[in-house]
């Protein structure tokens, strides 16, 4: 009660100042859980719409800082400004390399293991020969890698094309995330070496219910057919979501409907269930 009271006579600047060193201190956590790689990957399962196979997992990282959960959303953003997220990016795409040829080994069936990329290593210029090390580090098969990247790098479009074609020749694929949030016009996605696009969560969420967004679904999935791409519906929570995406021609689902992302105890007991059953 004491704190509030002091907080509720703060000073414009005084709040400015906290705020600065909470960002400061932020950035020296993350500095130092880079340094110690105290991150975890969670992995969330990717389902096949025509009959429900499991294809893969999204890895999607983790960071407990002492014993407080922190967001993605929150500290990936920090790590893009303060220069750490290429090692970070490289840690994560490692991580995955090696769990998804794991997965395979154990199972003897093919799951493949989809990436988010940061922009900033996307552009990075050994990002290819990083990308192909991490294969064959790990053993894993290139097409088994999705590469996951935002429509922010169609800023540097002639850039990007390179990047993408260089991928391309290495065998992974690549989709574009938060589709239709971004940048991308039609004329620049046929020109790209992409696989795959993702339709953002916020167009899911109130699909079918709200007619405008379930029309810019349906338009995503139409763009993607047309120009002979696949369509993941990330967010998915409900079987209305489930009916209209199916019916509407989704490949992929991944959401809360069929699983949350799931630690690696968790993920262990899925894939033994998933296999056994
Ligand atoms: P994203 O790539 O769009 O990942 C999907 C997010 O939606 C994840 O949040 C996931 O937990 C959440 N999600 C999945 N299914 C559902 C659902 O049915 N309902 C709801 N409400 N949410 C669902 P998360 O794990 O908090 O990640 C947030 C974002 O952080 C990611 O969004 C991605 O942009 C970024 N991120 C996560 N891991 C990495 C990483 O290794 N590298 C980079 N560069 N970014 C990452
Ligand atoms: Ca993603
Ligand atoms: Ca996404
Ligand atoms: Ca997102």
Known sequence: AKQAGKRRHCTFNE???????????????LRQAVKERSFTLHYQPLIRVEDNVLIGFE??????????HIPPDLFIPVAEECGLIQE?????LQQACRAAQHWNADYHYPLKVAVNVSVMQFVEPDFRQRVARELADSGLAPHLLELEITESVLQS???????????????????????????????VLKDL??????????????TPAQPQDAAVCKAII???????????????EAIAQVDFLR?????TFQGYYYSPPLDSAALEQYL???FSA
Do not use: P
């Not at 890895?59 to 407080?68: C, F, I, M, P, S």
């Not at 260089?166 to 039609?186: E, H, R």
């Not at 139409?222 to 998915?236: D, F, Q, W």
């Open 157 to 187: 479009l002639e850039n990007s094309k390179r990047i993408l074609k260089d991928l391309k020749q290495i065998g992974v694929s690549v989709a574009i995330d938060d589709f239709g949030t971004g940048y991308s016009s039609m004329a």
């Open 88 to 92: 970070l990016g490289s840690w994560v």
């Open 222 to 236: 139409m763009l993607a057919k047309s120009l002979m791409l696949g369509i993941t519906a990330e967010g998915v």
């Open 59 to 68: 890895a999607l990282l983790r960071w407990q800082d002492e014993g407080q």
């Open 272 to 274: 033994r269930h998933y």
């Open 193 to 206: 070496a992409v696989d795959r696009l993702k339709i953002d969560r916020s167009f899911i969420c109130n």
């Open 15 to 29: 709040s400015m100042a906290e705020k600065v060193h909470e960002r400061l201190r932020l950035e020296q956590r």
């Open 247 to 251: 019916e509407n021609g989704c490949d």
